[in-house]
Structures are given as C-alpha cells and as structure tokens.
C-alpha cells in the first residue's frame, strides 16, 4: 500500500519560512518524480515544484519566484519543499504526488499517487 504523508504545516505570519515534508511507504521512492501542488479554497489545484528522481533537476511554478525550494533523500525516501517569504496568498492545503512513469510536470494527472495534504496559513 503506497502511502504519501506530508508534514510541517501551520499557522505563519507574512514572512516566515517553513519546511513541508512527505515521506513515501510502500514504493521504490528513487524511480518516482516527486512533486509538490496546493490548493486555496474556492481554486483549482495548483503546481507548485517538481523534481526528478535524482534531485539533479527541478523546477517550479511561475509564481514561486525564487521563494521555494525543493529537494529529497532518496535514502529517507523524503522530499521537501522549502518555503520563504510566505505571502497571505501562499495560504493552502499543499499536495506532495508521485509520478512513476516521470512524465513529471505541472499537470496533476500524470501523478499516481498523492498524499492527503497538510494546511499552511499564513496572516498577513
């Protein structure tokens, strides 16, 4: 059973910094991309970073602007999402998923799995 469970959320002022985690069961975690979305109330789910399975190479959605970043331990089978400079709008439940077939992306389908999400609020 493939389980994807993030962790490190909650409650920021405008300007903090905070890690999320997602720890992966279940698969070989090194053949997946990983990727990180979210999802605001009353939105669309929305790509935030993703990363190839080494870690060699990521990439983000436009809004990131050089405030997040992502990673992973493929011995931990973990991967991060690093986030500064949090702005009332970065406010969501974020998604960690992972791809097999690493078609990777911004588009949530090609993600077999995701994790249940964990809740970042930030106040401005």
């Known amino acids: 059973q493939v389980q994807l469970i993030e962790s490190g959320g909650g409650l920021l002022q405008a300007g903090d910094s905070l890690r999320l985690s997602c720890t992966a069961s279940?698969?070989?975690?090194?053949?997946?991309?990983m990727g990180w979305f979210r999802q605001a109330p009353g939105k669309e789910r929305e790509f935030v970073a993703g990363i190839s399975r080494s870690g060699s190479n990521t990439y983000y959605g436009d809004f990131v602007k050089g405030r997040f970043t992502i990673s992973r331990d493929n011995a931990r089978s973990t991967v991060y999402l690093q986030m500064n400079s949090l702005k009332p709008e970065d406010t969501a439940i974020y998604y960690c998923?992972?791809?097999?077939?690493?078609?990777?992306?911004?588009?949530?389908?090609?993600?077999?799995?995701w994790g249940q999400g964990t809740q970042v609020t930030v106040s401005s």
């Open positions: 998923a992972a791809d097999f077939r690493g078609l990777g992306g911004s588009t949530s389908e090609t993600y077999d799995y």
């Open positions: 279940g698969l070989t975690f090194r053949t997946y991309v």
